[in-house]
């Protein structure tokens, strides 16, 4: 049951055109399907439509019932035999979408339908070679009880409408742009709109709608500002417009990830689309914005030109992520976005980049697809274009993405496409750089800088190397973009920004007339995503923290000062303080610095990171090495930490960068002077907890008193539960802060809050605010007793019965088991093999757990 790569062969039919005719009920919806089949080359195979869990009620064969010699049944697809070379072939099935607890095909979700097909759903919902590469007009036609169902959406163009009888009307949608099944989409809902249009540049009307319950429309103006926004982006830097006249976005409460680009109806996990300062933290307006940029720009990359296989995932995921980046980063600040981005990249995608289920940009092969909607598919996929983005600067990549649109528009197109159209397009020769697409695993690079002082010649030392990752053990140099420059300590400044590109194992670039030492700067920007090991000391990187002209660069030196200090204490190798505090003390006292760039600056590694850098992870010594450091820097500034919280306290709540920004330091200087143990710490946290004018803020104290054991934390957790109980969004914050807590009780709380009468299996981001956050609180999961372990197994034992891609989605933390010790790596073990002894066990899961315990 494993898929490969290089298994791909052109479909044998093609299907031009699809007729959908839906007659919709939560209990028992009927699907007619007629499809015009055109055979595809010289050969006799026969029809081969993929039906998952379907059951023909009729086949037809150019409108006549087909004989049983003419179709059979086997497992996974119909098979037809058909002669001649264009045929039409009718199927009926029959569903029932109130018992869809996958959320893959067509489900009921708070009493509307919807659909989620990517990748492999349209197949629970009619026959259909459900495979990329099959692009079809489609004309839909759906039925409902009007009074329950009075919206029906579809993909592309309402064309018609009409009532029928017993209080049922319809609705003819039709798309005419030729699209993959993965994008098919369609909703009946009672449900609201916010109402909007968009002109585009060649001077089109789009009408626009986020469609979501009565009660939430006041929560949809951000959404709407953002997709507005999103459209004018698309043009004005990649110069591509909207193709139909409606757009719609759907709100949905139950969706197995963030959103979905289907054409022209995208449909959204609620949390990506609802927003106000009540219940909506800033990184929460973030998120919506981000994801709603990024579904719209999949119009464009992905849906004009989609892929021609799974394993090309990435030629649309990676670089829509990229283009969603690049477009938050315009709306906000680029040196906040740029550091947020490889927090994210570091924190998920290395992790997975070290272990058993490291896997290419472009996989090999895979047993489940859904396994490989992965960080590494998005999130490195998107710092492989900016890597060619920045080798091209910004004129020949946009002649590089030109040339990939128009060349593929309507096309399947895989990542080897992409890389040709960059090279032909931007001039530049990209062969040392396909690796990217090809290795697994995070290279590393080691610089050394050494000055001659007789010749005044500085010269830089790199040595790249990759470690084996699964399949692949051994690995070929790597083509690595590095932005750096040498600073001069005397001046503070530098000789201009230099790109180096690192093409061998070993590599040495020198740079003459350095009359002393300068100090390096490397990875600005963070041009590669590299792990670079240098010999600066402790007095460099402070002079970097202070000194730096790359944001990115500066915080990095700051987080290596603080990483080294932590290490250090770990190891039992004490390095003085000092430098830290004064290097905070500057970046929080420099009047010229953005508030938001400052509060980055100035947060600790995670316990996590500091993990990623050890042979060996120990959660407790991590943990008490880095609460004493917290304390000692809120010790050590309080004053400065009151004066901000003080100075940073907004009369009225705005959603501007600075008013963000003023929050999050606000929220940054409250956890340290509740970590340096001032005895009016937690009841300052708590005030600004009662009278947050908004979430960002409220839910920031209730953080960090949810660490503490104080009487607030009791009275802070229950006022939360009481006043936002009925809306799950912000209920999900509840279970989530104190999965997230750093306490020494979560693991026992988490095991309580799996009973609480709100907490339930069938909504994903319920599951994901307690198991998913609590596998990412480093001290808590990793409880030397191992109940971390088990709580997580029996959640993914128990939801593999409903929903097997949310319960893979939780498999990867226990397969982190050889980064820990030995006590701990078998009690990981224990439970994976618990997990697939498991009767029935998904496809998902098995190769998750299977995968993760194989791994030596
Ligand atoms: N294409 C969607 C997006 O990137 C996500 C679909 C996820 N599908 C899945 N099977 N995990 O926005
Ligand atoms: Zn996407």
């Known amino acids: 049951s494993v898929i490969r790569r290089s298994d791909y062969r052109p479909p044998d039919w093609l299907v031009p055109d699809i007729a959908l005719d839906f007659d919709l009920d939560p209990a ?136 029928g009888d017993a209080g049922q009307h319809w609705a003819r949608w039709v798309d005419p742009f030729p699209k993959p099944c993965y994008l098919f989409a369609l909703v009946a809902a009672d449900l609201a709109c916010n109402a909007d249009s968009f002109v585009t540049m060649s001077g089109r009307d789009v009408q626009l709608g986020i469609w979501v319950r009565e009660a939430d429309l006041p929560r949809t103006g951000h959404a709407m500002q953002a997709l507005k926004n999103s459209m004018a982006w698309d043009e004005r830097v990649y110069g591509r417009e909207y193709d139909l006249d409606v757009f719609n976005i759907v709100a949905v409460a139950d969706f197995n990830f963030g959103a979905m680009e289907n054409k022209g109806l995208n449909i959204f996990n609620s949390r990506y689309i609802l927003a106000d300062p009540e219940t909506a933290t800033d990184i929460d307006y973030d998120g919506v914005e981000g994801v709603v940029a990024h579904e719209y720009f999949h119009n464009w990359s992905g849906n004009r030109v989609t892929c021609r296989d799974w394993f090309q995932l990435s030629l649309k995921e990676g670089f829509t992520v990229f283009r969603d980046q690049n477009f938050s980063a315009d709306m906000g600040s680029h040196a906040v976005k740029r550091i947020e981005d490889v927090r994210i990249l570091r924190a998920a995608q290395f992790q997975e980049d070290s272990g058993p289920l490291a896997h290419p940009v472009r996989p090999e092969s895979y047993m489940e ?19 060619i983005a920045l080798m091209l600067g910004p004129e020949r990549f946009r002649a590089g993405t030109d040339l990939y649109f128009d060349r593929h528009d309507g096309q399947a197109a895989t990542c080897e496409d992409f890389v040709l159209a960059m090279e032909e397009g931007g001039e530049i020769d990209l062969s040392q750089f396909r690796r990217w697409y090809e290795q697994a695993g995070t290279p590393h690079v080691r610089a050394t800088l050494d000055h001659d002082p007789m010749t005044r010649t500085v010269n830089l030392h790199l040595h790249q190397s990759l470690a084996p990752t699964p399949g692949q053990p051994d690995k070929a140099p790597m083509a690595i973009p590095l932005r750096v420059a040498l600073f001069d300590p005397a001046t503070g400044t530098h000789h201009g920004d230099e790109l180096l590109m690192l093409t061998e194992p070993q590599q040495s670039f020198s740079f003459p007339d350095f009359a002393t030492p300068p100090i390096l700067s490397i990875n600005r920007g963070f041009s590669a995503p590299v792990i670079i090991d240098t010999n600066r000391s402790q007095d460099d990187l402070a002079f970097l923290s202070a000194h730096d002209d790359d944001p990115f660069a500066r915080y990095e030196a700051m987080q290596q000062l603080m990483v080294n200090i932590l290490v250090g204490r770990i190891a039992g190798q004490p390095i003085d303080e000092a430098a830290v505090i004064a290097a905070i003390r500057q970046v929080i006292t420099d ?63 705005s959603i501007s960068a600075a008013a963000k920004g003023a929050r999050k330091l606000r929220n940054s200087a409250l956890g340290y002077l509740v970590a340096s143990g001032a005895m009016d710490g937690p009841a300052i946290a708590f005030v600004q907890f009662e009278q947050a004018h908004n979430m960002t803020e409220r839910q920031a104290a209730l953080a960090i ?110 397969g982190r088991w050889k980064r820990f010790d030995a006590a701990r790596g078998a009690l990981m073990r224990g439970e994976l093999e618990r997990i697939l002894a498991q009767p029935g066990l998904s496809k998902d899961v098995t190769e998750q757990a299977s995968k993760s315990l194989e791994y030596q």
């Not at 959660?619 to 000692?632: C, G, K, M, N, V």
């Open 28 to 163: 028992r919806t009927r699907v007619r399907a007629t499809l015009i089949v055109t055979r595809n080359g010289d050969h006799d195979r026969p029809l081969r439509l993929d039906g998952d869990g379907l059951i023909p009620l009729e086949v037809r064969i150019d409108g006549e019932a087909a004989t049983p010699d003419q179709w059979h049944m086997e497992a996974g697809y119909l098979s037809v035999s058909l002669s001649g070379s264009a045929r039409k072939v009718e199927t009926l099935v029959e569903l029932a979408p109130e018992s869809n607890s996958k959320l893959m095909g067509l489900y009921a979700s708070g009493g509307l339908l919807c659909t989620q097909c990517e990748a492999e759903g349209f197949r629970r919902i009619t026959f259909f070679p459900d495979r990329p590469d099959i692009l079809s007009r489609y004309d839909v036609t759906l039925r409902a009880d009007k009074a329950r169902f009075p919206i029906l959406l579809s993909n592309g163009d309402p064309v018609e409408q009409g009532e």
């Open 369 to 387: 697809i859904s396994n490989f909607y992965t960080a590494t598919i998005y999130n490195k996929g998107a710092e492989l274009i900016r890597m």
């Open 591 to 653: 009047p010229l610095l953005d508030p938001a760039f400052v509060a980055e600056a100035i947060r600790l590694p995670s316990e996590a990171y500091l993990g990623d850098q050890m042979a060996h992870v120990d959660p407790d010594a991590i943990h008490a090495a880095r609460e004493a450091l917290q304390q000692r820097i809120g010790a050590e500034l309080e004053p400065d930490w009151r004066a901000i919280h003080a100075r940073t306290r907004a009369a009225e709540f």
């Open 705 to 814: 008193l949810a660490n503490g054991d104080s009487a607030e934390r009791v009275a802070a957790l229950d006022i939360f539960y009481n006043r936002y109980g009925a809306d799950a969004l912000t209920l999900d914050k509840w279970f989530q802060t104190q999965a997230f807590a750093v306490h020494p009780d979560t693991v026992d709380l988490v095991e309580e809050l799996g009973r609480h009468k709100d907490f339930t299996l069938a909504n994903p981001n319920r599951v994901r605010a307690l198991y998913g956050a609590f596998t990412g609180n480093q001290w808590a999961f990793h409880h030397i007793s191992g109940k971390g372990y088990r709580l997580v197994a029996d959640c993914i034992l128990a939801l593999d019965r409903l929903n097997p891609q949310t319960a893979a989605r939780l498999v990867p933390p226990l």
